[in-house]
């Protein structure tokens, strides 16, 4: 199963992934991690998105991609995955269908999270208070301002995904502001009941074998009919030979 998952930042896109991780064996690739881990690495990619990614800016394309790229090829992304975080933009999703349709994969949905703007900036103000309270670190990005330059990025670049997608026939939009047991089970629903699946070589190659064996039964057939005219010739002058013994015995003469 390949799915996406859209929505602005605090939808709970992450909260969803780790339970259809869970439920579903696939695997989470979270462009926001990936890039997290870069910066934290100090990796030439790392470096390069750092400043950015505090401004709470959207990374390039090409870099985004090319990370997907290396990840998506994996074994076991092969089996199923849930991008979240990505595609942010138009021309990403147009990148990324280009590179599944060359692996020869399908999406088989895209779920969008909807929310309410402001009652999500005070979702993530209640989260930031209750972090802090117990102590816990907080991204650099965890603040009302860096959210509020996000949700506008979000508008701009992100959300024409949803006409996008739904163009394609495989949008399903979810209310993101239900409970979170009410969002799971609104895109249990909205899933598809038989994922998508690339065909592999080996099935393909086993259609071309099976045709070949059929062909066997049909050359079987031709040396039936052959073996049927042969016993047919054979059968004529044994029944000639038949009626003129009859004609002797009634006292008439064969002719030479």
């Known amino acids: ?68 790229a290396e990840r998506i090829e994996q074994p076991d992304a092969r089996k199923g995955f849930i991008l979240d ?9 147009q990148a990324l269908d280009r590179m599944l349709k060359k692996r020869g994969i399908k999406l088989d949905a895209v779920i969008e999270l909807r929310v309410d703007e402001d009652a ?11 972090m802090t309270a117990r102590g816990e670190p907080l991204r650099s990005d965890d603040n009302p301002a860096v959210l509020r330059q996000r949700l506008v990025a979000y508008r701009q670049q992100t959300a024409p995904l949803v006409a996008y997608y739904r163009k394609q026939n495989v949008l399903r939009t979810v209310n993101g502001m239900a409970a979170i047991a009410d969002v799971a089970a609104a895109i249990d629903k909205a899933l598809p009941a038989e994922p998508s699946a690339a065909r592999p070589k080996s099935a393909r190659n086993g259609v071309k074998k099976a ?4 062909r066997k039964p049909q050359a079987a057939s031709r040396l039936g009919k052959k073996s049927s005219k042969r016993a047919s010739s054979l059968r004529k002058p044994a029944a000639a030979h038949k009626s003129a013994a009859r004609k002797s015995k009634n006292g008439e003469t064969a002719r030479p």
Do not use: H, W
């Open 211 to 214: 045709t070949g064996k059929a």
């Open 120 to 130: 999500l900036l005070k979702r993530i103000e209640n989260r930031i208070a209750e």
């Open 1 to 68: 199963m390949r799915l996406i998952l859209l929505g602005p930042p605090g939808a709970g896109k992450g909260t969803q992934a780790l339970r259809l991780v869970a439920k579903y064996g696939l695997v989470q690739l979270s462009t926001g991690d990936m890039l997290r881990a870069a910066v934290k690495a100090a990796t030439p990619v790392g470096r390069k998105v750092k400043d950015i990614m505090e401004r709470g800016g959207l990374c390039p394309d090409d870099i985004v991609v090319s990370i997907v």
């Open 85 to 93: 975080g990505f595609p942010r933009t138009v021309p990403q999703a």
